[in-house]
């Protein structure tokens, strides 16, 4: 998680001191800072969620497996949280060419996930985490599949 964090802060900084290429388009400046700012308050609001009110604390101390709340939406809420706090910031931004850290700051995620934590709770919960699996996205906030 900290490798989308620093990518995201490092493209941001980059492109304000105009040490890489800035492409904007004018028109689409302020809808664009607007849907970052959505971005940011929809992260921070499931990162609350997940953290404080649906408790992946107390889960993790009673080992189980949670599947309700905002994990009823996305498996992995804390890092979705992230990814759309870095997605809400390139938008903020305005530089076209930002987008591209977008799809590496997912890849990653999916990378990181798959080859650690979806593995290790896969061992853990068995069948249960793979019918979890089958109904909820990994990374991105969904109405579940009934």
Do not use: H
């Amino acid at each position: 998680m900290c490798f989308i964090i620093c990518l995201t802060i490092a493209g941001a900084v980059l492109s304000k001191w105009n040490c890489i290429p800035v492409m904007d388009f004018q028109k689409w400046r302020v809808p664009g800072f607007a849907f970052g700012i959505f971005l940011n308050i929809g992260g921070v609001w499931l990162w609350i969620r997940a953290v404080f009110v649906d408790r992946i604390d107390s889960a993790i101390k009673e080992n189980r497996l949670i599947t309700t709340g905002v994990y009823a939406w996305v498996r992995n809420p804390i890092y979705s949280a992230f990814l759309l706090i870095c997605t809400g910031v390139v938008f903020m931004m305005g530089n076209v060419y930002l987008f591209s850290l977008i799809i590496l700051d997912w890849m990653a995620l999916t990378i990181l996930m798959k080859c650690t934590e979806e593995k290790w709770l896969k061992n853990l919960y068995g069948e249960e985490y793979e019918a979890y699996c089958k109904k909820v996205n990994r990374c991105w906030p969904w109405i579940p599949k009934e």
